[in-house]
């Protein structure tokens, strides 16, 4: 029985057009610049998302890091979501090497923090402060997976020129905002001073992600990159996988959207499952089970994954949530399989119902 595993987009194997692509990729030292294909891929990403420069960095982490310290001194204080992924799961690397502080505020249910507390987090120009330098969005945001506006995007953008501050937009899944918005990446960037794009989240790379901003930032950003260790010198190789996520997987997020909502829609009339379709906008699914249903979500997990292998695992920090993310590998067929053993493991629960 072929694995179903839903726990991230991140779990997407290179596809075979991509493996074809790594084995021919032609390289370079990419620590002297010399690398054609990920210098190819640095400049596709750039033109697409309307910036001057990209570079290519390890992973999101990495990219996010490397975008923070690059716009930030050490003692500068940067505003984002309590939530957002940079703060919460990225090991606190801005004040760890960078020494910046964050300043986070709460978010609404469709990941947006509000415009007004955003301008009262800016700090005045006092001796006892910090000085604030940027501010970060996350788009999709993580703990939804709801894309962030346009509207919302460009006005956040306009408070930070207007107090003379940096956006830089966690773009993790940035191309699935955009097939959810019906947008060019181009214009739902637009506002951002940098962008960090992740090739392996639904894209299928095996590893990478690309910065994107200023030539002047990406200059700087390739000086913090060299000390994080980042020179990865003949980068092609995988820079060539990179290449065919960025033009050819991005444009098909809307197949895994509409399998992420046939997978909701079916969850949602189990009795036993809890779930908002309206927060089902892109590629994951949170749900929960109902406290009366015969099993907990810990076990409903344990038993998809050992019954009929398939992976769905509690949120972290959050035991009761489940969440599910469709990707390439998840097929509509596949939706059938889920549903119906979720459907056998409460079948208790229906027997009782009835």
Known sequence: MDMI??????????TPEMRLAMANAEVGDDVYGEDPTVNQLQADAAAMFGKEAGLFVASGTMGNLTSVLAHCQRGDEMILSKDAHIFRYEVGGAAMYGGVQPNTLPIDRDGMMDLDQIRHAIRGDNVHYPITRLICLENTAGVSGAPLSKAY??????????????????????????????????????????????????LCAPVGSVIVGSKAFIKRAHHIRKSFGGGM?????????????????????????ANARALAEGLAALPDIQIDLSMVRTNMIFFRVKPSAPISAEALSARLKDEYGILITPYPGDPGLLRAVTHYWFKAEHVTRVLDAVRTVLAPAYSAAD
Request: with cysteine; proline share 1%.
């Open 153 to 202: 995007t460009d006005s956040v953008a306009e408070i930070a020129r207007e107090h003379n501050l940096k956006l830089h937009i966690d773009g993790a899944r940035i191309f699935n905002a955009a097939a959810a918005l019906n947008l060019d990446v181009k214009d739902l960037t637009a506002g951002a001073d940098s962008v960090s794009i992740c090739l392996s989240k639904g």
């Open 233 to 257: 010198r003949q980068a092609g190789i995988i820079a060539a996988a990179g290449l065919i996520a960025l033009h050819d997987m991005s444009q098909r997020l809307h197949e895994d959207h």
């Open 5 to 14: 595993d839903l726990r991230s987009d991140t779990v997407t194997v290179p």
